[in-house]
């Protein structure tokens, strides 16, 4: 059972449109990252987020913590094909150990 | 950033033998490291959190007879994959927190990875 449910699993869209992936748990976090892979790489760390209700911009991605600390919303706005990639977040309850959600498969098609 | 590194990148070997993967910090010290594992197409289930100076604690359902971690210096963790067969093919990442002192924001430097596949 993963501790962190992402969706969707798989999304394949056209360049230039905007997304939002999920990732929800019963869980309260202490912190929650995300991170985006790369086939045969190690994580790459996005942004971290502690508080709930925190907003974090990274220049096309906007990253939302829930008032809960439960779940956590990635927003892409204007995908571009370098957006390709695995997009996994990953929760914390002790700003240490990190669980990683079950991922989203993201396909950006020029 | 900090620089952690995982070798070797891939490794090939025979049922029944053994395997050592190695994760080292470059330019910090990390007293905790954890491994993970990645089957192809899903996301990482952390494995066990590895201490310096301790044993290793495995989350639920990791058998540590059969993944031997051993964190011999504050830049160095090891993970043995004993007599591994083929259902243990898998990517293996570390990662290690930078504990800048009370600056701890948490964030995980991973490795490149070890692709491990057993015939």
């Known amino acids: 059972t993963q501790l962190l449910e992402q969706s969707p699993q798989f999304l394949s869209i056209q360049e230039g449109e905007n997304l939002t992936v999920y990732c929800n748990s019963s869980?309260?976090?202490?912190?929650l990252q995300w991170y985006r892979q790369e086939p045969g790489e190690g994580p790459v760390l996005l942004v971290t987020?502690?508080?709930?209700?925190e907003v974090k911009k990274l220049k096309r991605l906007t990253f939302q913590f829930g008032d809960a600390r439960k779940d956590s919303s990635l927003h892409i706005t204007a995908a571009q094909p370098g957006d390709t990639g695995l997009y996994l977040c990953?929760?914390?309850?002790?700003?240490?150990?990190?669980?990683f959600g079950s991922g989203t498969k993201l396909n950006v098609k020029p | 950033g900090a620089v952690v590194s995982q070798h070797p990148s891939w490794v090939i070997c025979k049922s029944g033998t053994s395997v050592k993967i190695e994760c080292r910090s470059l330019?910090?010290?990390?007293?905790?490291m954890f491994w993970y594992r990645q089957f192809p197409k899903q996301s990482l289930m952390l494995m066990a959190t590895?201490?310096?100076?301790?044993?290793?604690?495995?989350e639920q359902g990791v058998e540590k007879d059969k993944f031997l971690i051993n964190h011999a210096s504050l830049t160095l963790s090891t993970l043995t994959v004993t007599s591994a067969h083929p259902e243990d093919s898998s990517f293996y990442i570390c990662?290690?927190?930078?504990?800048?002192?009370?600056?701890?924001?948490?964030?995980?430097?991973f490795g490149e990875g070890s692709r491990l596949t057993v015939l």
């Open positions: 869980s309260v976090f202490s912190s």
């Open positions: 590895s201490n310096e100076g301790s044993k290793a604690t495995y």
């Open positions: 330019d910090f010290q990390a007293t905790t």
């Open positions: 987020v502690v508080t709930g209700g």
């Open positions: 990662s290690a927190p930078e504990e800048a002192g009370l600056a701890n924001t948490g964030e995980l430097f």
């Open positions: 990953a929760g914390s309850y002790n700003f240490n150990k990190f669980y």
